[in-house]
C-alpha cells in the first residue's frame, strides 16, 4: 500500500499535465466551432454585399468606345455568318472623383460609391483592309455600331452621351454586340458621319452618376490609356494588371494616376470576334475596409491553443508552488472561459468596433479568472501574477493582430520569450519528488 502511494506522489504532477494536455486538446473543439461561426458570419455579410449591390450597383468594369463593324465572313463547307470587327481607340483617357458612403443592413454595412466619371480621347478612322480584301469587301459601313462596355448598367443615374466632335449620340442600352463585353451601351452610326474627310475625330462622354460596390476597374483600351482617379477613401487597395504610376494616399483620400501603353498588354487594336485578353488586363482600385473585424476575430480565434496552454499553465505552475490542488473541473471551467472570450469577441465587434469589442471581452474575461483563480487558490499575491499573465497574453495577441506583416516574426519571438520564462522559473522544480512530503 505504502508503494502504490509513493508511486501516486512521485508521478502525480506528470499525471496531472498529461491530464490538463488532454483537456486543452478537448478544449480546440468548442474554439473550432467558435472559428465556424465566424466563417458562417462573414458568409452572412458578403450574402449582405451581394443583396445591396444588386439595388445599388455592383463592382464597375469601365472601358470607352469601341467602333465595331459588321461582315459577313464565308467559311468553306459552312454558312456564312455575321461577325464584327473591332476597333479600339487612339486615346483613351479617364478622370473620375469617388464619393464613398455606407449603405446599411441589419448590423452590415457595405461600401458603396457614386462615382462622376469623364471619358475623353481620340478616334482613328478604321483600317479596313487590315483584315483582307474578302472581308472588307463584305464589311457594312453604315451599319457602324460604337460600344461602351460598363459591367452594371443598374448604377448609371443619368442619361449617357457620346459626343464625337461635337456632335451628340445618345447611348442605348444592352450591347448589340458581345464580343468584349456581356453588358453595357451601343449607338449605332456610319462610319462617313464620324470621320469626313479626316483620319481622327475627337470624342467625349460624361458618366455624371456611376453608383458601384467596392470596387471600379478599366480596361486599357487605348493606343495610349491614362487614367487619373481621386476619392474620399483613405484604405484604397490598387490591383488588376496594372498598378499605378503614381499614387498618394492621405486621410483625407487618395489620388492615383495610371498611363498604359498597347505595348503594355496582350491583345491588338484591331480584332474581329471576341478577345478574352480584354477582361484579363484590367486594372483598378478595391475600396477595402480599414479594419476587417470578421478577419481579426478570425485570426485571433487561430491563437486558442495558445491562450489555454499558457493560461492553463500558469495555474498549473500555481497549483505547484501554492501546494493547493485545482479539480479537472475547475480547468474546465478556466477554459470555457478563455473560448467564450472569442465569441464575446465576435459578437461584440459587430455592434461596437474591433478594438473596443477586444478590451471589453477581455477585461471581462480576465476579471472572471481572477476572482474565480482567488476563490480557488486563497492567494492574493498568486491570483494577481496570474492576472498579471492575463493581461500580458491578451496585449501579446492584440499587437500581433495589428502587425500584419510582421505577425510571424513577433508571434515567434514572443513565444521563445515565453518557452524562455518557463524553463527559468521551473528549472529548480524537482518534477519526481513534487507533492511528497520531506522527512523531517
Known amino acids: ?120 480621347g481620340k478616334l482613328s478612322k478604321p483600317e479596313l483592309g487590315s483584315f483582307g480584301r474578302q472581308i472588307q469587301a463584305n464589311m457594312d459601313t453604315t451599319g457602324v455600331i460604337i460600344q461602351l462596355p460598363v459591367s452594371d448598367l443598374k448604377g448609371i443615374k443619368d442619361r449617357v452621351i457620346l459626343e464625337i466632335d461635337g456632335k451628340a449620340y445618345e447611348m442605348n442600352p444592352g450591347l448589340a454586340v458581345h464580343d468584349i463585353s456581356s453588358s453595357g451601351l451601343w449607338c449605332k452610326i456610319a462610319l462617313g458621319d464620324i470621320f469626313k474627310n479626316k483620319t481622327t475625330a475627337d470624342y467625349q462622354i460624361k458618366l455624371g452618376k456611376l453608383d458601384g460596390t467596392q470596387r471600379i476597374s478599366f480596361l486599357p483600351i487605348g493606343k495610349e490609356t491614362s487614367v487619373k482617379l481621386t476619392s474620399n477613401w483613405n484604405s484604397p487597395s490598387f490591383d488588376g494588371s496594372f498598378l499605378p504610376e503614381t499614387r498618394n494616399i492621405k486621410d483625407s483620400g487618395f489620388l492615383a494616376t495610371w498611363k498604359i501603353l498597347n505595348l503594355n498588354r496582350n491583345f491588338p487594336q484591331q480584332f474581329y470576334g471576341s478577345n478574352s485578353s480584354l477582361q484579363q488586363s484590367e486594372f483598378g482600385v478595391s475600396l477595402i475596409q480599414p479594419v476587417d473585424h470578421y478577419l481579426l476575430s478570425e485570426r485571433s480565434a487561430k491563437y486558442a491553443i495558445l491562450f489555454i496552454s499558457l493560461t492553463f499553465l500558469t495555474f498549473f505552475f500555481s497549483e505547484i508552488t501554492n501546494n493547493r490542488k485545482i479539480h479537472p473541473i475547475q480547468y474546465i471551467l478556466i477554459g470555457l472561459a478563455l473560448v467564450l472570450f ?67 516574426l513577433f508571434g515567434s519571438l514572443g513565444l521563445f520569450v515565453i518557452l524562455g520564462l518557463v524553463m527559468y522559473i521551473s528549472r529548480k522544480i524537482d518534477w519526481y519528488n513534487v507533492g511528497v512530503k520531506k522527512e523531517v
Open 1 to 120: 500500500m505504502e508503494a502504490k502511494t509513493s508511486f501516486w506522489q512521485r508521478y502525480s504532477a506528470m499525471i496531472k499535465m498529461a491530464l490538463v494536455g488532454i483537456l486543452v486538446l478537448l478544449l480546440l473543439i468548442p474554439s473550432m466551432m467558435i472559428r465556424e461561426l465566424i466563417r458562417e458570419r462573414k458568409y452572412n455579410q458578403q450574402e449582405v454585399i451581394n443583396e445591396v449591390a444588386d439595388k445599388w450597383g455592383r463592382e464597375q468594369v469601365i472601358s470607352g468606345p469601341i467602333i465595331s463593324i459588321p461582315f459577313v465572313l464565308n467559311r468553306a463547307n459552312q454558312n456564312a455568318v455575321m461577325e464584327y470587327a473591332h476597333f479600339l481607340p487612339e486615346t483613351f483617357t479617364v478622370s473620375g472623383k469617388l464619393k464613398t458612403e455606407y449603405r446599411y443592413r441589419n448590423i452590415f454595412k457595405v461600401i458603396g460609391y457614386r462615382a462622376d466619371i469623364l471619358i475623353s
Open 342 to 408: 472569442f465569441s464575446l469577441l465576435l459578437s461584440l465587434s459587430e455592434q461596437i468596433g474591433f478594438d473596443n469589442a477586444y478590451f471589453v471581452a477581455a477585461s471581462g474575461i480576465i476579471l472572471m479568472i481572477v476572482f474565480y483563480a482567488q476563490s480557488i487558490l486563497k492567494n492574493i499575491r498568486i491570483t494577481s501574477i496570474i492576472g498579471g499573465v492575463l493581461v500580458l497574453l491578451y496585449g501579446f495577441i492584440y499587437i500581433i493582430l495589428q502587425l500584419e506583416n510582421m505577425a510571424l
